[in-house]
């Protein structure tokens, strides 16, 4: 039989999610593993992009642990950080101790985010009912009597659509879907964005994930064979910088990190600086009949705290023990979708708002050319460990931490 062409190829799906980020990749893994037919579309080819979030963190690896995956997740490269530091002005400053917490790990994992999402790849494939569709970007939605029963898309191969019971928004923070269902956006506004650089790191480099001092913030982290560095700029002022030279930003990076002096010439020029807008948001209500939206496609977070991508593993647990019943017996209401919201809305709104205080204690001391120096009652206050412990409780865990609720539909084949 001839096929036209010109017509896009259909794909009926019981679930279809836009995305193959962290919050895409599991509610995917997490539904083909109950047995619900599931395609996942991300319109990179691979996962390899680099300056994506690499935290995972305990609450993360409670998740993994729950689905019986934890050991096969720790045998991939990665490091084990349970202290966290910083230098802040002239004062070490311990941000986080795991060794504080209840959970199964006590500390957090540093692994490449695309290591971490080929991981979940790796895991969705042993399930019949996992598909997962790479350069295949969602153009655009389909909406029969105001409800979303499907997608468009496009693929080196031709257009596609996909019918499908419910549509996932998970494309991140500019995410085409939610746009495309017309879902209310509200900013929380966020003072910097970030300067993102590679140097080279060598085995007597110091330990440390932030560096603070006379209005200069940056992140560090150890990527084995080098430092990936988040350098905080107040919003829109980066191509003022620019305007300065390499040179200059050169310097500011060893005024905060004298170790790095003999290396910051490998910023040749500016194309070794990649500029990361930071936002803040979220959704009045992350659902319309047919669609729901989860991670930063319907809550974009800043990288403090390196929070985000744990944050969307909670929201894919969250939907999942909520949508696998009703998926499978192809009920899906409205209710559904409004309860993700409603359990997932208050995490959300008080991570933002740490974040938001966190982010306003760094733009304040941003330009500023004194040394940081804490207030007097903070500096006697982190001689307790409370500042301490609630930090890390905070990112660590986060506020009310998900469990995974879904059946393993499929025990036998997947050998757990
Ligand atoms: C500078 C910066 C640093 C950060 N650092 C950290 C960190 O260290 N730790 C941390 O936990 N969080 C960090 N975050 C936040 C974190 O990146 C996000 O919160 C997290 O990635 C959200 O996951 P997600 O799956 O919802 O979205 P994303 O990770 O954005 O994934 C969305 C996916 O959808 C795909 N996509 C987009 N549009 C389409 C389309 N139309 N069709 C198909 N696919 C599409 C994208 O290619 C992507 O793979 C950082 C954020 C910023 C801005």
């Known amino acids: 039989m001839e096929t036209d062409s010109s017509l896009p190829q259909q794909l009926p799906s019981e679930c279809c999610i836009a995305g193959g980020g962290p919050a895409g990749m599991m509610l995917g893994f997490l539904l083909a593993r109950a047995g619900i037919d599931v395609l996942v579309l991300e319109k990179h080819a691979d996962f390899l992009r680099d300056f994506r979030g690499d935290t995972v963190h305990p609450s993360t690896l409670e998740t993994m642990h729950e689905l019986g995956l934890l050991e096969e997740f720790l045998k991939r490269p990665h490091q084990e950080i349970s202290q966290v530091r910083a230098q802040i002005g002239a004062e070490p400053t311990l941000l986080g101790n795991m060794s504080y917490l ?6 957090m994992v540093l692994m490449p985010q695309w ?15 996992f598909h997962l569709r790479m350069q295949a970007e969602v153009t655009g939605l389909i909406e029969e009597n105001g409800k979303v029963v499907g997608i468009r898309g496009k693929t080196p191969g031709g257009s596609i659509e996909v019918r499908a019971d419910l549509v996932i928004g998970a494309d991140g923070r500019n995410s085409l879907v939610r746009d495309r269902a017309g879902l209310t956006v509200e900013s929380i506004g966020a003072s910097m964005d970030s300067l993102q650089v590679r140097l080279s790191k060598h085995a007597t480099d110091p ?30 002022t980066a191509e003022k910088m620019q305007a300065r030279g390499i040179e200059g930003f050169r310097e500011s990076i060893v005024e905060l ?44 977070m800043s990288p403090v705290g390196g929070v985000g991508i744990n944050l969307a593993i909670q929201d894919a647990v969250a939907s999942a023990n909520i949508l696998a019943a009703p998926l499978r017996q192809g ?5 559904h979708l409004a309860k993700i919201q409603r359990r997932r809305s ?9 974040q938001g205080v966190i982010q306003k204690q760094v733009w304040r001391g941003l330009g500023k050319s004194e040394p940081t120096r804490p207030l007097w009652l903070l500096r006697q206050l982190e001689r307790t460990t409370l500042p301490c412990r609630m930090r890390t409780r905070f990112i660590a865990v986060g506020f009310r931490p998900e469990h995974v609720k879904t059946p393993n539909a499929f025990p036998v084949q997947a050998g757990h």
Request: glycine letters at 6%; charged letters at 30%; proline letters at 5%.
């Open 115 to 129: 290591d971490f999402l080929n991981f979940l790849a790796e895991q969705g494939r042993r399930y019949p009912t």
């Open 207 to 236: 330990n440390l994930f932030v560096y603070s001092d006379r209005g200069k913030t940056m992140v560090t982290i150890d990527r084995g064979d080098y430092w990936h560095c988040g350098f905080a700029v107040p919003k829109g």
């Open 257 to 300: 990190a004298p170790f790095l002096r003999d290396r910051v010439k490998e910023l040749r020029d500016w194309n070794d600086v990649k500029l990361l807008t930071v936002s803040s948001d979220r959704l009045r209500e992350w659902y319309r009949p047919g669609l729901v939206c989860i991670g930063d496609a319907a809550h974009a």
């Open 331 to 335: 009920a899906v209401s409205v209710d």
């Open 346 to 354: 208050f995490p959300t709104r008080l991570t933002q708002r740490m």
């Open 102 to 107: 209840r959970t199964r790990c006590r500390f």
